[in-house]
């Protein structure tokens, strides 16, 4: 025995009692626990949570650039979900409503005079078209529309419509000036943006096409 009680025969290795082996994972003398390989020079750590995509490397169109997610079904390329033909028909019919009311005042008023009723018809149509074309470029919308929770999209996608396209959208209303058979001429072609918003994938109707692609969404 030395003095302070150190007996080194009884821990010769530097504390470790003689005879025992050194404990796994414990701190031989001189070297420095391993608690994970580390990579050789020039070697690059493994990646985790999946393949990074290379640098300057574009996502593909539909995927996502982060998640690379595709597109959510029933969404196309304007930013929202297009109005469904029955809801366009009613927002429609709410506009015909509001327009028609003082239409019957003002034919009430008229003589059944042939002149007459064709000015009268000539100067409703221009009533109409600057009805729709005004609410399209100042609210993105009518006011069947909104009461309906839709909006108009200028071709790509903008929220601001200009006149011309608005126009171009609703042409099909200046029908309405042919004497005789106007409005059965505005009529069919209003079927035939029907049938057309039904078949496509997008529900544009011809309008929306020869307007250059405008879009109604719901908002």
């Known amino acids: 025995m030395t003095s302070g009680g150190y007996d080194p025969n009884q821990y010769p290795q530097g504390g470790q009692p003689y005879g025992q082996p050194y404990p796994?994972?414990?701190?031989?003398?001189?070297?420095?626990?391993?608690?994970g390989q580390q990579p050789q020079y020039g070697q690059q750590p493994p990646q985790y949570g999946?393949?990074?995509?290379?640098y300057g490397q574009q996502p593909q169109h539909g995927q996502d650039p982060y998640g690379q997610y595709p597109q959510q079904?029933?969404?196309?390329?304007?930013?929202?979900?297009?109005?469904d033909l029955g809801t366009r028909i009613g927002a429609r019919v709410i506009d015909a409503i509001i327009l028609y009311i003082p239409y019957i005042i003002l034919y009430t008023l008229v003589n059944n005079s042939v002149g007459l009723t064709i000015?009268?018809?000539?100067?409703?149509?221009?009533?109409?078209?600057?009805?729709?074309?005004?609410?399209?470029?100042?609210?993105?919308?009518?006011?069947?529309k909104k009461i309906l929770g839709l909006k108009v999209l200028a071709p790509g996608g903008a929220a601001k419509i200009d006149p011309v396209t608005s126009?171009?959208?609703?042409?099909?209303?200046?029908?309405?000036?042919?004497?005789?058979?106007?409005?059965?001429?505005?009529?069919?072609?209003?079927?035939?943006?029907?049938?057309?918003?039904?078949?496509?994938?997008?529900?544009?109707?011809?309008?929306?096409?020869?307007?250059?692609?405008?879009?109604?969404?719901?908002a």
């Not at 000539?122 to 009533?127: E, K, Q």
């Not at 078949?199 to 719901?218: I, R």
């Open 50 to 54: 999946g393949q990074q995509p290379q």
């Open 167 to 218: 126009l171009k959208r609703n042409v099909f209303i200046a029908a309405n000036i042919i004497p005789c058979v106007g409005s059965l001429v505005a009529l069919g072609l209003a079927i035939y943006i029907m049938i057309t918003i039904s078949q496509d994938p997008n529900k544009q109707g011809w309008h929306d096409k020869f307007a250059g692609g405008t879009q109604v969404v719901k």
């Open 73 to 83: 079904p029933g969404f196309n390329n304007y930013g929202g979900q297009p109005g």
């Open 119 to 144: 000015g009268l018809g000539l100067v409703w149509t221009l009533v109409q078209l600057g009805y729709f074309v005004g609410m399209e470029t100042s609210q993105g919308t009518t006011l069947g």
């Open 24 to 35: 796994q994972g414990g701190d031989q003398y001189g070297q420095q626990p391993q608690y």
